[in-house]
């Protein structure tokens, strides 16, 4: 843990006279201002603050702390100004979906380390969307519309999602002209966070859902992506995890009509206000590379099937 960061934190607490207060003005969560000052108090030996009927204040140990700890930070802060070439030197924590992350961020963090050598990149891989604060996360890669409306985001792109099937099984099956005719075939099912086995469409403005019965399901998209390419049934991905394949002909793009609207992808951060050097140039860099690639600006994929193979008619022979 920061000792820097309890100070921080303990005078904020000070200057705003409540722990929630302090909460909103370094924007971390109260049960995290609550943690960092048990700490501290811990750390300390004795109570650093008393509640009134109205505020905190601080005790006689807490006034003798808070005027230290103001040194500290502002001598910190002095020599962090003096010292420009220590801008570009730390750790930076970056979150993404797995299978983006993997593809598409990871090239990214590359060529950031190769730009400043003295820098340090932890990259947590997840499919949940983790608190940037709870978790001590610099920037995540967000798929979808926020749910957090205090965070800042870049967009760099759009995604779509898209329902695929291997030529093979097209050739066998059919092609599934409605979402209704999904009930027709064999369906391959992720699974994600909500319990209900569905999917979710659009034509002509209007919301349309599908109940599913798949006949294979699976926690994870590069599985279910092997099982359509094997010709085992018909799978949804995002456009991203299935460029390479609908470029390459192994998989086929179905139900164009019907897709549901873009989900957005975006650069996530606490705040841009006095945002690190090194947050800001990771910021720059991973905008004008992810910014560029076609599989995140809805790339228009090839639609028709391939022509369903026609039985053979029997030869006649002229006696």
Known sequence: MDRLDEFEVFLAILDTGSLIGASRKLGRSAPAITRLLASLEERVGTRLLERTTRNLAATEAGLRLAGQARQVLSLYEAAVIDDATTAMRGKLRVTAPMVFGRRHVAPVVNSYLDMYPEMQVEMVMSDRNLDLIEEGLDLAVRIGPLADTSLVARPVGMVGRLVVASPDYLARRGTPQTPHDLAQHDVIFTTERINAVEWRFRHEGRDRTVQLMPRL????????????????????????????????????????????????????????????????AFLDHAIAQLSVLSVIQQPQFNTKPPPLAQPKKPSRRKN
């Open 217 to 280: 399901t699976v926690n994870e998209i590069d599985a279910a992506l092997l099982a359509a390419k094997a010709g085992r049934g018909i799978a949804r991905a995002l456009s991203y995890q299935v460029a390479d394949d609908l470029e390459a002909g192994t998989l086929v793009r179905l139900l164009p009509d019907y897709e549901t609207a873009p989900l957005p992808v975006q650069l996530v951060v606490t705040g841009t206000r006095h945002m690190a050097p090194r947050l800001r």
